[in-house]
């Protein structure tokens, strides 16, 4: 059971969990101008936890011939054997009711909302197949984290929420698109889209600075919107450098070194947004 376990852990990467929790927790913070109740974080982090794990695992299950054939991939648990596709579908119904029920014990407009998160995160999986624009797609999923938070507040929505989701858009997008990179060639000669496999690694490099660029922009934008004290702006500043050293590690000629850019950077980047926020707050 504890093997099998892993398993599933490893198949929905719950390592990266720290691109999404830090999001929805800053937009909690904010939404509640200070700190939310322990119920209320409590029921936002089983939400997340739910949508995410259902839709890694979707992911999955609509990926797994690709799978199979990429050799950066053909080792996943569903391609491997690891494990079956019916207990992979049984999890993802599952994590999704984890979703809706707790949706339903935060508020009625997040109850509302979750059939519409899950349509997304589902959509998303399908979009590499006719889109070069799946990378937006994917930034469109993950922004979903912050609107929930927000909502599960206020019970509402608010130009700070809208904002601080097209912030996450756009640094999803960024390094979606450095991510895809090293299957360039894999999706060129299986027809599968991508910013990468479209224009080539040059202009991506370029695109996924430009959308880091717009990122830093929409947190400028949420923070006075919100009316952040300078804490908040210091944690940007340093959340800009992290950018600037992220696309320092990966070059037109040069790319060993994606990995430690898309994963240590990126959750750097998550983090300290929230960080900062709730320095903010208590200060």
Known sequence: MFKRLVHFLRMIKFSHSIFALPFAFTAAIMAAGG????????????????????????????????????????????????????????????????????????????????????AVVVFYSYTKRFTWMSHFFLGLALSLSP????????????????????????????????YALQDIDFDRRYGLYSLPARYGIGKSLLAARSFHVLSVLMLCVTGALVDMNWAYWAGLVLVSAFFIYEHSLVKEKDLSRLDIAFFNMNGWISVTVFVFTALSFII
């Open 147 to 178: 609107l929930g938070a927000w909502a599960a507040v206020r019970g509402s929505l608010g130009w700070g929420a809208v904002c601080l989701a097209f912030a996450v858009v756009f640094w999803l997008a960024g390094f979606d698109v450095l």
């Open 35 to 118: 700190y939310p109740s322990l119920a209320k974080i409590l029921w936002i982090t089983v939400a997340m936890v739910g949508a995410r794990s259902g839709a890694m695992a979707v992911n999955r299950i609509v990926d797994r011939k690709i799978d199979a054939m990429n050799p950066r991939t053909k080792d996943r648990e569903l391609p491997s054997g690891k494990l079956g596709l019916a207990e992979v579908a049984v999890f993802a119904a599952a994590s999704f009711a984890l979703l809706i029920f707790a949706a339903w014990r935060l508020n009625p407009l997040c109850l509302e909302l979750s059939p519409v998160a899950i």
